[in-house]
Nanobody
């Protein structure tokens, strides 16, 4: 059973930084995609960034240049480095994994496994 656990959320002021982590266990696939999503109160969940098993990354326009997704395969951990945070980045952040394909797409509906989320709050 795939298990994902996020950590690293918190409260920061605008312009600050946070690093989210997602510890993964229970799977070993040669081709996969791991991604970060977020959901603000009253809004739909939106895709943030993804990285595939070959290390290729894609980003939402709203975070490109400010956020960096990476992974440590030895630790089975996914990261999201968030810099220059804005109040509009406030949301619950989730990691997810798609084990059915070896490339990434932004649609949340293809990701089969999800973590419980970690809250990020950015104050102005």
């Amino acid at each position: 059973q795939v298990h994902l656990v996020e950590s690293g959320g918190g409260s920061v002021q605008a312009g600050g930084s946070l690093r989210l982590s997602c510890a993964a266990s229970g799977y070993s696939y040669s081709g996969y995609c791991m991604g970060w999503f977020r959901q603000a109160p009253g809004k739909e969940r939106e895709w943030v960034a993804s990285i595939d098993s070959d290390g290729r990354t894609i980003y939402a326009v709203s975070v490109k240049g400010r956020f960096t997704i990476s992974e440590d395969n030895a630790k089975n951990t996914l990261y999201l480095e968030m810099n220059s945070l804005k109040p509009e980045d406030t949301a619950m952040y989730y990691c997810a994994v798609d084990v059915s394909r070896g490339f990434c797409v932004s649609s949340q509906y293809v990701y089969e496994y999800w973590g419980q989320g970690t809250q990020v709050t950015v104050s102005s």
